[in-house]
């Protein structure tokens, strides 16, 4: 199997800067994100703070970072990646049934600013999960509910569909929804997850789902979920002053390794950890 020297997980200003500055040091890397690169820059109405671009909008600085990758031949991989294994001397990287080598690992996978539901920490593994394509499988004719922040999260519900008895989808934002026929889209908030052993129910502000299986499918999830043993302080990846986190050869950078939560903040702390995995990579041959 191919092994990358680097791979960064997140295509925000944090990620692009990251592959940018590895890229000109002739790192073979890969790179994890979406097309839009990052719903919190599409989103943005007007950016002042970002040196060099006044007045610009977050869809604006969305394309001239998309010049800029383009120029230097950085290419996007379209996945989210699920897990990070530290196996060493390299990293194994999971996406659904795919997995990935890389040498270094750069986390910039940004902050969720939503709150964990009531119940969901609770029952993690045990009827609650964040990736519904990898877990599908444990819920053939089974009750399944979906609970998407995001237009991604209609993909994965159209494929666990095909395998559960019922499938249930709460979305968490307006939109025109591409899901299956037999999908029923619940309109309302989410409230807690209860059960005993496992996920039993549902419970929403005017209706409750009997349900076996609840995947919350966000934007990000938890660092510390994504890289078993990533030591974490008050919600973000601890690093030092070099981007280094507590496992050798993976580094962070942006709004996941704490505030404020800016763009330029993100981009600078991106070339950082990108000279980092550098240095490490070259102190290993
Ligand atoms: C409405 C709004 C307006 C803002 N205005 C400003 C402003 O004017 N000025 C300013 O400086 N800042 C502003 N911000 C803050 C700014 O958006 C963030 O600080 C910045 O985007 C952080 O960059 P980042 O690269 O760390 O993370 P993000 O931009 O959040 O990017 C992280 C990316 O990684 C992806 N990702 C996460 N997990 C995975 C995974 N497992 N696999 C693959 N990809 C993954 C995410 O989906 C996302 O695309 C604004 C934010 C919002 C929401």
Redesign the pocket.
């Known amino acids: 199997m191919k092994r990358y020297d680097i791979a960064i ?9 990251a592959a940018i500055n590895s890229k000109i040091r002739n790192k073979d890397i890969i790179v ?3 097309k ?6 599409v ?8 040196l060099g671009f006044h007045d610009i909008s ?1 869809i604006e600085l969305k394309e001239k970072f998309e010049e800029h990758i383009n120029a230097m031949n950085v290419e996007l991989t379209y ?4 897990n990070i294994y530290a196996m060493g001397d390299y990293f194994s990287i999971m ?1 659904n049934e795919t997995m990935y080598e890389a040498k270094a690992v750069i986390i ?4 969720e ?1 939503t709150k964990p539901l009531k119940g969901e920490e609770e029952f993690l593994g045990r009827g609650v999960g964040y990736c519904a394509t990898c877990d599908a499988p444990l819920y053939r004719d089974k009750v399944v509910t979906v609970i998407g922040y ?1 237009k991604e999260a209609e993909e994965e519900a159209n494929y666990v569909s095909e395998l559960a008895s019922k499938l249930y989808y709460v979305p968490m934002y307006k939109d025109h929804y591409d899901l299956r026929e037999n999908i029923e889209v619940v309109n309302e908030k989410p409230v807690d997850i209860v059960g005993d052993d496992r996920v039993q129910k549902l419970i929403m502000t005017s209706r409750e789902i009997e349900t076996q299986g609840v995947f919350v499918l966000k ?3 938890s660092p510390a979920q ?1 890289v078993p043993g990533l030591l974490m302080e008050d919600g973000h990846i601890k690093v030092d002053r070099t981007m280094k986190t507590n496992i050798e050869g993976c580094f962070a ?4 390794i704490g505030k ?8 600078g ?2 070339l950082i950890a990108a000279l980092s995995a550098v240095s490490y990579l070259d102190s290993k041959k």
Do not use: H, M, W
């Not at 989103?43 to 970002?50: E, F, H, L």
């Not at 996945?79 to 699920?82: G, K, L, T």
């Open positions: 997980i997140g295509s925000g200003p944090a990620g692009l800067s994890f994100g979406y839009d690169f990052s719903s919190k820059l989103k943005a109405p007007k950016i002042n703070n970002y977050g996945e989210r990646v699920n996406v910039t996978t940004g902050i600013y995001n934007d990000s999830i994504l950078a942006g709004d996941c404020p939560y800016q763009y330029i903040k993100a981009a702390e991106g």
